[in-house]
């Protein structure tokens, strides 16, 4: 069993505004084993991070990794085949930037995840939902105003995000079959969105008895239910009935965030991904009624991060990105950076996500009886979020399960 000792280790988790005092952290197998001021063990091989920063590995709670196109309407109508071997190349490029877990939030099957779990291939640890659950005309329904085809029912695409169901009964065994099919938790389109073509964003999914009747199923299967959401009217909606995991929120007022924080429900805004489909979204693709959506969440964004601090809802780091637009996922940090401080940006893509994916103690944390799931940076993130992104330039290790699968020489 391979064993690697860090020493000089100054750790960054997103607890603390300051990176802690140095220590030595023992990995064994795939373990963190101890982490102390003082560590002996004659096996372990030795890397010394004086001057660097040690990290847990990264956490984005909100991607769609078989989305290998932008425009997400032509992505479900390719080979399954395809599809899949685009999401691996998508999944490797964001562990080679520190990202050793993601939560897909609709696309993604057990197939995939059992996977990445075979360890064939160089991929984040992989939580899924399976498909996202959209009414007729929702965010999840790409059929567009003149095509009257049914939906299918079974044997959904690998590259489709999400299947339309309508009514207690469908929606119910929607739920079902995707739980049944290996999903983690419950994804529901609750509100319109740009990508989609015949839902503007004020659009409300699914009637209140169908989102009472999600939250039920995930419950009785011991999980939660994720919602697409913007609207303040959205999002009040999908609190009262038990979502618990609120995406992108943008237009999100007050008294909704704090009703939400109440009730412990997580926010997971995903900002990077408004700029980069307005810059880059058009010559990829991006349909153009959809990039003339963007702009109504756009703006306010930056607002919902203020709102929700003041209100104490816990936000997660998400990236939410597309096609050729992967690459800008650690954006987010610098831009969150612009209204948070910087020790709270990082707890977003730590501890905080790790609660909401419900493995903590497992990921986001540099601690005895976790997963060795850990990234050395060259210097402090503290004072420069910016040493997260360029694709991993300034992120010389990364580990995943005790294994490196990035390791560059520390100079």
């Known amino acids: 069993m391979a064993s690697t000792l860090f020493t000089n280790a100054r750790i960054v988790d997103g607890t603390a505004p300051e990176a802690g005092s140095p220590v030595s952290v023992l990995v064994e197998g795939g373990t963190i084993r101890e982490v102390s001021k003082s560590v002996a063990s004659a096996k372990a091989k030795v890397i010394d991070l004086r001057g660097k920063t040690l990290m847990p590995g990264l956490i984005d709670a909100h991607v769609h990794v078989i989305a290998g196109v932008a425009d997400l309407g032509r992505n479900a109508a390719l ?31 057990f197939g995939l995840k059992q996977a990445t779990e075979e360890g064939n291939f160089p991929t984040p640890r992989l939580v899924i939902s399976g498909k996202a659950l959209s009414q007729t005309g929702g965010h ?27 009514g207690l009964d469908q929606v119910r065994r929607a739920a079902r079959e995707e739980i049944k099919g290996g999903a983690d938790f419950i994804k529901i389109m609750a509100n319109g969105g740009c990508a989609s073509p015949t839902d503007p964003i004020h659009f409300l999914g699914f009637s209140v008895s169908e989102l009472e009747a999600i939250v039920e199923e995930a419950r009785m299967a011991g999980t939660y239910v994720s919602a697409h959401v913007y609207t303040d009217e959205a999002i009040r909606r999908c609190v009262e009935a038990g979502v618990h995991s609120l995406e992108h929120c943008n237009l999100i007022e007050a008294e909704t965030a704090k009703l939400a924080a109440s009730k412990g429900a997580v926010a997971v805004p995903t900002l990077v991904t408004y700029d980069k489909l307005v810059s880059d ?64 940006v990082i707890a977003s893509a730590t501890h905080v996500a790790a ?20 990234i050395v940076v060259d210097g402090d993130p503290l004072t420069d979020l910016s040493l997260l992104t360029r694709q991993g330039r300034h992120i010389p290790l990364i580990m995943k399960g005790g294994a490196f699968v990035k390791r560059v020489s520390l100079g």
């Open 79 to 109: 080979p399954d085949s395809l599809v899949a071997v685009r999401s691996l190349v998508i999944m490797r490029d964001m562990l080679m930037r520190g990202f050793t877990t993601v939560r897909d939030v609709g696309g993604a099957d």
């Open 281 to 344: 979204g058009p010559k990829l693709g991006f349909p153009p009624d959809s990039v003339a959506k963007v702009d109504v969440v756009r703006s306010a964004g930056m607002n919902s991060l203020a709102v929700m601090k003041q209100a104490g809802l816990a936000m997660a780091y998400g990236s939410d990105l597309l096609g050729e637009m992967h690459k800008y996922q650690s954006e987010e940090f610098v831009i969150r950076g612009r209204a948070l401080p910087a020790h709270e």
């Open 355 to 374: 609660k909401l994916l419900r493995l903590e103690g497992k990921i986001g944390t540099v601690a005895a009886g976790a997963h060795a799931d850990l």
């Open 140 to 166: 999840a329904d790409f059929r567009g105003r003149y095509d009257d085809r049914s939906t299918p029912v079974t044997g959904h695409k690998l590259g489709a995000l999400g299947r339309v169901c309508d």
